[in-house]
């Protein structure tokens, strides 16, 4: 199940993709969403054997991974629901207007389906952001058939959920070529899917060097194409001094939670915490290292996430001023463990080495003591693009620190304020998404319904007859979708 699909194979599912896109595109919305609720009903179906086999490959526990079930089943749902509303659409209609001068034409838009998505699976979330995942749901909802490259760290888990899938393109009578699962190690499978000229956009959860790899192919190619990357982030925390002050130990419990969650293995996981030094930053920090020390190190995914957490995590502590605050002193029952970490360095020198500003995979948080708000500043101004950024502040906080605020909104694609960035709800207002390199395009991101329009494109229909307009641009509205109008 993990051989490397050949170029041949590739040539033939890429074939049999673009016939279906001409088929699958013309159904309606109704028939679009129905075939989405069918897997979802095939994914519950399917049991615990997926379960059984996701725990054996990936290392994560039973509880988890049938709550990441449960979501992508909901985000199939839900998704669903959206397809079905049309809002997503954008459709626009301004009347014809014959007595303007020149006379006004008629014009009609909305959203058409780009054609064929090649969806990456994700390593760390292997429903959730994986063969069945928000990528794929969110492309069948545009009208696009999927080709999924499976994980190679869990392709059995991978093999069965489009297994579901397949099940549910046959109860649904879709066109075969809609959704095909491609596999292989190498990176020769993916650049062929990506190059291939059927192929029209990319979904990709995962590290930057494999996003930008893959955003490198598809500008590449004679016709470019779209990537939709997400390419994870250090998630930034400023601390500002009024909340610190009230409450640092209620903070510390707090972050020690979610930088160690799933074992830091969540790309908004808090991998940066910027305070103001003094007595308030050095009690946090004390009572965080703390915290830390007595959280028992779980097992990573697998061991080539472990190995690079370990060596990540290495050459971080290894740089000038980095200084150990507390890692775990529980036992470590395996190889493949991560140990959770803390660290510290002053602004200075974080401003001055790049390396502390990339992400360490894992339970690992750096935590900088800046001299003074000037210079938490200027650490933001410093910052790359990221997923997403918190505040922990009052509101006097807040009025204080504009020039601050302002800053952390220029990086990031979701701002939390006294909270964690741990926990991606799937709803229309979330943004998973952000300026690069957390991902390649700010202005989408993978999770909520608006998913759904990185996979379309506009289309404009000018002096169309009402009876050859598509349903959801007709005069009388048949599908009673919501739609903006000008006459």
């Known amino acids: 199940m993990s051989t490397d699909a050949t170029i041949q194979e590739i040539n033939e599912v890429m074939n049999a993709s673009w016939e279906a896109f001409h088929v699958y595109r013309k159904l309606s919305l109704k028939q679009r969403a129905g075939f989405m609720r069918a897997i979802a009903k095939e994914l519950e179906a399917a049991g615990d054997e997926l379960i059984r086999t996701a725990m054996q490959e990936t290392n994560l526990p039973e509880a988890r991974l049938r709550g990441e079930r449960g979501r992508t089943i909901y985000q199939l749902e839900s998704y669903a629901d959206a397809c079905e509303k049309g809002e997503w659409l954008e459709a626009r209609i301004d009347q014809a207007n014959p007595g303007k001068t020149p006379p006004k034409p008629d014009i009609r838009k909305m959203l058409v389906p780009v054609g064929p998505v090649v969806v990456f699976g994700a390593s760390n979330f292997p429903f959730a952001y994986s063969t069945a995942g928000g990528d794929t749901a969110t492309a069948f909802a545009a009208g696009c058939p999927v080709i999924v490259k499976a994980h190679p760290a869990h392709p059995r888990t991978s093999y069965l959920a489009a297994q579901a899938i397949f099940r549910a393109v046959e109860n649904t009578g879709m066109p075969a070529g809609v959704f095909a699962h491609v596999t292989g190690m190498s990176f020769e499978v993916g650049k062929a899917l990506v190059t291939h000229t059927y192929c029209k956009a990319v979904g990709f959860t995962g590290s930057y060097a494999g996003g930008k790899q893959l955003f490198d192919w598809a500008n590449?190619?004679?016709?470019?194409?779209?990537v939709f990357a997400e390419m994870g982030s250090v998630n930034p925390v400023f601390l500002l001094p009024e909340k610190l002050a009230a409450a640092a130990a209620d903070i510390a419990t707090q972050y020690a939670g979610s930088i160690t969650l799933g074992v830091g293995q969540f790309c908004t996981n808090p991998g940066l915490i910027i305070g103001t030094d003094g007595t308030d930053l050095q009690q946090f920090i004390h009572d965080l290292g703390k915290a830390i020390q007595q959280t028992l190190p779980g097992i990573m995914l697998h061991q080539g996430i472990a190995d690079n957490f370990a060596a990540k995590r290495e050459e971080a502590l290894m740089q000038d001023n980095v200084h150990l605050v507390a890692e775990s002193n529980q036992p470590v029952a395996d190889l493949a463990a991560g140990v959770p970490t803390v660290a510290t360095v002053d602004g200075k020198t974080f401003l001055a080495n790049p390396l502390l500003?990339?992400?360490?995979?894992?339970?690992?948080?750096?935590?900088?003591?800046?001299?003074?708000?000037?210079e938490m500043l200027q650490v933001a101004l410093h910052l790359e693009g990221q997923l997403t950024a918190t505040l922990m502040a009052t509101t006097k906080d807040m009025a204080a620190n504009d020039a601050l605020v302002e800053a952390v909104k220029n990086i990031c694609g979701r701002i939390v304020l006294n909270g964690v960035p741990?926990?991606?709800e799937v709803c229309l207002s979330m943004q998973h998404g952000g300026p690069f390199p957390a991902s390649t395009d700010s202005r989408f991101g993978s999770v909520g319904a608006d998913a759904i329009k990185r996979f379309a494109r506009p289309l404009s229909f000018q002096n169309w007859p009402d009876e050859l307009l598509p349903e959801e641009l007709k005069e009388g509205n048949p599908l009673g979708i919501t739609r903006a109008v000008s006459s």
């Open 357 to 374: 500003h990339k992400e360490v995979f894992g339970p690992y948080s750096l935590v900088v003591r800046c001299a003074d708000a000037v």
């Open 220 to 226: 590449q190619r004679p016709e470019p194409i779209p």
């Open 422 to 424: 741990t926990g991606v």
